[in-house]
């Protein structure tokens, strides 16, 4: 069964940076589309990043300019290094499949407060 385990999470200042990972053990990782998602307090789950087999991405624009989504297929990872944190950016972060998501991982908590 795959999986998914994000980490990286954390309480952060407005301004401050963090790197969250996603580790899949997922077979033939390095030809999917990977997705980070994250869920702030009260409401749905959004898609914030995205990054093809090929490594090309794409962004929300709520993140666009502040976060880079990149992979490391031989380690079967997926990263999210996000700066200038602002407090709208609280929220649980997930990292799952495109366009045919597979079950979701614990999630991480990012948490941007004074």
């Known amino acids: 069964q795959v999986q998914f385990v994000e980490s990286g999470g954390g309480l952060v200042q407005p301004g401050g940076s963090l790197r969250l990972s996603c580790a899949a053990s997922m077979p033939y990782f390095a030809i999917y589309t990977l997705d980070w998602y994250r869920q702030p307090p009260g409401k749905q789950r959004e898609l914030v990043a995205t990054?093809?087999?090929?490594?090309?991405?794409n962004y929300a624009d709520s993140v666009k300019g502040r976060f880079t989504i990149s992979r490391d297929n031989a380690k079967k990872t997926v990263y999210l290094q996000m700066n200038s944190l602002k407090p709208e950016d609280t929220a649980v972060y997930y990292c799952?499949?495109?366009?045919?998501?597979?079950?979701w991982g614990q999630g991480t908590q990012v948490t941007v407060s004074s």
């Open positions: 990054i093809t087999g090929g490594g090309t991405t």
């Open positions: 799952n499949r495109d366009l045919v998501p597979l079950s």
